[in-house]
């Protein structure tokens, strides 16, 4: 299958070669949650030159483009994801650290009203709920 790389163009960016193979890892790794650090690794794995700075500047670049979506884990640590028109929220395992998204239509539509009783219109959510395993 052919990597859509339109999304790099309708940002306005330039079509690098690292810019290309940090969306192809994406594309390719789309259910998972990746780091820089893993996407790095990933692509040295794949005999890939590319610096770990540039890594993080391309997700910077990305997510101010809306080509992808950061989910903040800690004050440390976010993991990116390809950004997507259906909304989402995240569990994160404090026990493994997997990162597992869920909808649900109730939390969406209180959310909503919640704001609009306050007066307030929502613009943009983001809910992250912090799991451990019930045997822990």
Request: negative net charge; proline residues 1%; glycine residues 4%.
């Amino acid at each position: 299958m052919k990597l859509d790389i339109d999304p790099i163009k309708k940002a306005g960016l330039r079509t690098t070669q690292a810019r290309v193979q940090i969306l192809e890892l994406l594309e390719t790794h789309g259910e998972q949650h990746l780091s820089a650090e893993e996407i790095f690794r990933m692509m040295s794995d794949r005999g890939k030159q590319v610096a770990l700075a540039t890594v993080y500047r391309v997700l910077t670049q990305f997510e101010a483009a809306g080509i992808v979506a950061r989910l903040r884990l800690n004050d440390n640590h976010s993991v990116f994801e390809l950004s997507r028109p259906d909304h989402h929220d995240h569990m994160v395992s404090l026990d493994t650290g997997e990162v597992m998204e869920f909808s649900d239509e109730i939390i969406e539509a209180r959310q909503t009203k919640i704001c609009e009783e306050r007066g307030y219109e929502l613009v943009d959510r983001s809910l992250v709920l912090y799991v451990r395993d019930n045997d822990s």
